[in-house]
Every structure is written in structure tokens, then in C-alpha cells.
């Protein structure tokens, strides 16, 4: 249902769906990776579908600052308020370059430095995600040709811990003895690896109960699916359980590590 769903939420769904058919217009046709300053992969997929999204927000919300991933590594770094959105146009680049479908577009609201509203769109695999807080959290299997048909969005919701251990959902390139580790302390059961912030959103969907992340991400990586998370009903902390929050412009939008759980 989309009764509860806000207006915001929808522009940002489509937003995010139209962004994805420019990556996957790219991926399509094949496209060379380059390196950045500090040496992660970009393509041309990244930086167009940046620019749309952009432009989409710039007219949408007038004035509200946009920090977005290839405006950052160009040094066009604004100054945020208590509002302002995170973007990244292709998270999951090396997914996209190896070609598994892995990657998707990612565009959240931010006040007050909680992710209130976020979009997940993983054109390659025809699901998109979105959630707004307080609210509700959704799912709808698009194509990417066509806008998508938003009254066939369906709620989901994270699930109760099985009572046989847990699915632990890991990086599919950044996964680490840190991370087996940290699990070696819950009741797991199996995992799964995914790439980019479909992670979040196995959680938030039931398919996962738990997610922890030791290596490095910065805040556009993570605010979307953090979004989608808790509108489903999830959490997303520290690993010590203190509040992960956006907005550390100090630490150049850098995260620390943290652990997302469903139920």
C-alpha cells in the first residue's frame, strides 16, 4: 500500500529510478573505470546519474544542500544545516565494473542528523526500496524501462530472530576477520554477501537479521539503506550501541564502524 507514503518519498523514488536507468543505459553498453585521488573506481555511469539527480533536487528543494560522492572527490563539499540530502549515484562501483548486478542508487534525507527518508534502487535486479521515519518501509519489483508504478508498493518489514541462528548478510568485496570476529559472538547460522546498501535492505525485507561493518564507508553509502532500516523497523548503531548520526562534516562525511540489526 502507498496510503502512508509522503510525496517526498515518492519524488525521491522516482528520482532514484530515473538515475538508474542512466547506470544501467552505461552498464549496458560497457564503460571504463578510472581512478580517483584516493584511488576507488569512478565511471561516467557514476558521474551522469549524479548530475540528474542533482539538477532533480536542486529544482525539488531550492537552497537545501546536496552532499553527493563525485562532487566530494571534485571538492565541491557544501555546507550542511540541520537538512540537507546524502547522495551516491552508483554505490557498489566495483559491482558494477564486475558486472553481478550489485550496485544501486542511493538518495536520503537528512535533520538533525537522523536519516529520515531514503530510497535504494538496485536497477540491475529490479527492486527498489524506499522508507521515511516515522513511517513505514516498502518494496517494489520495477523494470527500469517505464517509470515505475508506485500504488504496487508492498510494506516490508524486518523480521523476529529465528530461534535457529541467524542469516548474517556481509560485503561482498569488504568483508574481513574483524567482521567473522564480531560474529563469532551471535548464534549465526549462515551468511549471505551482497554488494553495496542492498545489505540494509536484506535486513530490512526479513531475508537477513544482521549486519556489521568494520571497514570504512562514508555517510552517502550508508544514510539510504539506514533509512529503509528503520522505517522497517531495524536499527542501525555504533558497535558499542551508541547513535550513528550524519552530518560529521569535521570528519569529511567519514562513518565510524557500526552493526545494523533487524529484530
Known amino acids: 500500500m502507498l496510503a502512508t507514503a509522503s510525496p517526498q518519498l515518492r519524488f525521491l523514488a522516482r528520482t532514484a529510478h530515473e538515475a538508474g536507468a542512466i547506470v544501467m543505459r552505461h552498464y549496458q553498453a ?3 573505470a578510472r581512478k580517483k ?3 576507488s573506481p569512478v565511471t561516467d555511469a557514476d558521474e551522469e546519474a549524479e548530475r540528474f539527480i542533482l539538477r532533480a533536487l536542486n529544482r525539488e528543494y531550492p537552497g537545501v544542500a546536496v552532499v553527493a560522492e563525485e562532487e566530494v572527490a571534485a571538492g565541491r563539499i557544501p555546507t550542511v544545516g540541520s537538512r540537507f540530502f546524502l547522495v551516491d549515484p552508483l554505490d557498489g562501483t566495483k559491482e558494477f565494473i564486475g558486472r553481478n548486478g550489485e550496485f544501486t542508487v542511493n538518495i536520503a534525507e ?3 542528523g537522523i536519516a529520515v527518508r531514503g ?3 538496485a536497477p540491475a535486479k529490479n527492486r527498489l526500496f524506499a522508507g521515511e521515519t516515522p513511517g513505514q518501509a516498502y518494496e517494489i519489483a520495477t523494470e527500469v524501462v517505464g ?3 508506485l ?3 508492498r510494506t516490508i518489514s524486518v523480521r523476529n530472530a529465528p530461534d535457529d541462528g541467524l542469516i548474517a548478510v556481509a560485503s561482498r568485496s569488504h568483508r574481513d576477520k574483524k567482521t567473522d ?3 563469532a559472538h551471535y548464534p549465526v547460522k549462515d551468511f549471505i554477501t551482497a554488494g553495496s546498501s542492498l545489505k540494509f535492505c536484506l535486513v ?3 531475508e537477513a537479521d544482521i549486519y556489521p561493518r568494520h571497514g570504512r564507508t562514508m555517510e552517502w553509502d550508508t544514510a539510504a539503506g539506514h533509512a529503509v532500516l528503520v522505517a522497517a523497523g531495524g536499527t542501525v548503531t555504533q558497535l558499542d550501541g551508541s547513535p550513528f548520526v550524519y552530518g560529521k562534516a569535521t570528519e569529511e562525511f567519514a562513518n565510524p564502524f557500526f552493526v545494523a540489526r533487524g529484530s
Open 204 to 206: 530490512a525485507a526479513g
Open 119 to 121: 530510497v535504494v534502487y
Open 151 to 153: 500504488n504496487r508498493l
Open 37 to 39: 585521488t584516493d584511488h
Open 181 to 183: 570476529e564480531y560474529l
Open 30 to 32: 560497457g564503460t571504463e
Open 147 to 149: 517509470p515505475p508504478d
Open 110 to 112: 537528512i535533520q538533525n
